[in-house]
């Protein structure tokens, strides 16, 4: 793929505030000058990522990921640089231009980026024939607004469409677009040859055929996926004919498990007394937004992960629960509470007083908004939703119920790693406790054993993919460190260090700052410094990009920045000429009894050079 010219990458981070790319991901409030939120690379309870939208750069103080805005979008989308390049530049609406003139063909392009441009045409083709004159988007149309009782208007704001019970003309379409084999296999919305022969037309199979079709974007508002909900459109010869809903299998844009549906809209009405609202199913999610309630998300049709409370979480810390109130709907909820308190969530479960069985979806269409009030007024605790259905009458609990139950509320506390909070739970379920005739004690002795005997069964976490040993807490910064922030914050400091005071050997290139040092030295040598707002061809690595985006976040509090690059020098001459001292005096020492006195002389003027230099360290003149 051709290169990007560095003229439009320096374009591109001058006219992108970082600020605007972070928001969409990272919920962040204002403190000082710069702005603070949970970090989206680890989970955390306590804000520690901060925002720099004045030099355009990011840090967590929490895991020590660091960068600029081509970083960020890098690892929150799982892009390369130049995906990333492209996809600022699409969204911002910046012109790029490549070293080979043209730019990217549309073979060039990267898989992914050519996903997503397919999906966002097959969700247009599919809303187009739901709102179009025919037969299928005449009956689609009715089954929403009738059957569903849904208005139109919702469907036009989610672009919900619709397949005929041929598939339409969608295949015809993309293949006319020009779509590479890859993308065309690849994207889920067909059955491809098996034999792995040649696309043309009419070798590709709709897979979503007689359906109503509603779009799944990711949380940033790309469509990546479909819901396909059966119909009496729905052929008999669909292989999945008896399922209601059909979703996109896994594609190299879309893991179920990864995302949230309306996450892309509700994350930004969330806020105070504003909490998600977890939902099923997407109906019930649509049915929400109807009524106003706009914080409403769902799972794809699969049991909540972490990772979709991880990213509920970067937005807020609140979730209230409202699953349907059948066995299915108790058993999710059930499942959902370990993971939630894992991920440090606070969740509440709306329930209805008197009601047996509620029904989201119907229960808003009948009485609106007004029924989330209703519910928020009846909602139970972690504890109480625990104690509400996994032992409803504990008194006449028999030996076995109890055992279970007792077990599924140890597994439910014990998810979360605060002591203060498993205290916190115990104590709230302890009324339970003392109705089924267990000591309170007893009971909380019995929840440290098993504690205990479930980290002894469990093997120990492996360190993450390159990481080394974690450094002591008393380890010293290397001087290479001290000069490269200097060298970013202070360039006036680079021609002097690189021409008069420091010797290439003196510098440690096995470590990350060395390297960068060496090689930016090398640059102020030719007069090629490209300045710190362009730097990107002079870092090879990940972890050079995140060392030197660290080290830009904000300027260092130096009051005497000459002062700290003098220390520095020093204690670079004396790594490297220390040792030589302390070898030459041995020599000198083994050498006194022999009779070269020449050799001995030799060794007796290296010492004294070498005690005069450590004595005289290069040093940055006055207003050096």
């Known amino acids: 793929m051709p290169a990007i010219k560095s003229t439009s990458l320096r374009d591109l981070k001058a006219r992108v505030n970082l600020l605007d790319v972070v928001s969409r991901v990272v919920t962040v409030r204002k403190v000082g000058s710069r702005f603070r939120g949970l970090c989206p690379f680890h989970q955390e309870k306590t804000p520690s990522f901060y925002v720099n939208p004045d030099n355009g750069f990011y840090k967590c103080f929490g895991c020590g990921k660091a ?15 130049t995906e990333a390049v492209e996809t600022i530049a699409k969204r911002f609406g910046v012109t790029l231009e490549y070293e080979a003139g043209a730019g990217p063909s549309r073979e060039e392009r990267s898989l992914r980026q ?47 469409g619709a397949a005929d019970a041929n598939g339409g003309e969608l295949a015809a379409m993309l293949m006319r677009r020009k779509f590479s084999e890859e993308a065309l296999r690849q994207c889920g919305l067909f059955f491809a040859p098996r034999d792995g022969g040649p696309i043309v037309l009419g070798t590709l199979k709709h897979r979503f055929r007689g359906r109503l079709m509603i779009p799944i974007r990711d949380h940033q508002g790309r469509v990546v996926a479909f819901t396909a909900r059966q119909t009496d459109l729905t052929p008999a010869d669909d292989p999945a004919r008896e399922a209601k809903y059909v979703n996109s299998p896994e594609t190299p844009i879309f893991t179920k ?56 979480r970067r937005y807020h810390l609140e979730v209230e629960c409202f699953f349907d109130s059948d066995s299915a709907g108790q058993k999710a909820a059930l499942r959902f509470l370990p993971l939630a308190l894992k991920t440090g969530l606070e969740v509440r479960f709306l ?87 267990i000591m309170p004690d007893a009971f909380e002795r019995d929840f440290l054993r098993f504690v205990r005997h479930r980290s002894r069964q469990s093997p120990p976490a492996a360190p993450a993919p390159g990481a080394g040993p974690l450094p002591a807490a008393t380890t010293v ?14 360039e006036q400091f680079g021609k002097p260090l690189a021409h008069e005071l420091l010797p290439r050997d003196w510098i440690d290139a096995a470590h990350p700052s060395g390297a960068i040092l060496r090689r930016f030295l090398t640059e102020f040598e030719h007069d ?97």
């Open 67 to 81: 960068g600029d805005v081509i970083t960020f979008v890098r690892e929150t989308e799982g892009l390369t640089f």
């Open 114 to 160: 050519e996903l997503f441009e397919l999906h966002e045409l097959a969700a247009e083709h599919f809303y187009q024939a739901f709102k179009g004159p025919g037969p299928a988007g005449d009956f689609m149309r009715a089954y929403w607004t009738e059957k569903r009782r849904f208005p139109v208007e919702l469907a036009d704001e989610f672009k919900i």
């Open 257 to 312: 498990g990864n995302l949230l549906f309306n996450l892309d809209r509700a994350r930004s009405h969330v806020g105070d007394d504003r909490p998600f609202v977890l939902v099923e199913g997407q109906l019930d999610a649509l049915r929400c937004w109807q009524v106003g309630l706009k914080t409403a998300v769902a799972p794809q049709g699969t049991a909540i992960t972490d990772t979709q409370l991880a990213l509920l």
């Open 351 to 437: 329930t209805l007083a008197g009601a047996e069985k509620v029904d989201p979806d119907l229960l808003f269409l009948e009485r609106g908004l007004a029924a989330y009030d209703e519910l928020r007024h009846s909602a139970l605790s972690m504890m109480g939703f625990m104690q509400r259905y996994i032992l409803p009458d504990p008194r006449a609990a028999t030996s076995e119920a109890t055992a279970r139950a007792v077990q599924q509320i140890y597994e439910v506390v014990a998810a979360t790693d605060s002591e203060v909070l498993q205290k916190q739970l115990l104590a709230e379920i302890a009324p339970v406790i003392g109705a089924l005739r």
């Open 477 to 490: 910064r290397p001087p290479e460190h001290d000069l490269l922030l200097l060298c970013l914050h202070y």
């Open 528 to 624: 090629t410094w490209p300045g710190r707002d362009h730097l990107d061809e002079l870092l090879e690595t990940p972890e050079e990009k995140t060392l030197v985006a660290s080290l830009l976040f904000e300027s260092p509090a130096i009051d005497d920045p000459r002062k700290v690059a003098n220390e520095g020098l020093r204690r670079l001459q004396s790594r490297t000429l220390e040792p030589r001292l302390r070898q030459i005096e041995l020599e000198i020492a083994s050498k006194q009894t022999d009779v070269d006195a020449d050799i001995l002389l030799l060794l007796l003027r290296d010492r004294s050079e070498l005690q005069r230099q450590l004595r005289q360290p290069p040093a940055l003149a006055d207003g050096g």
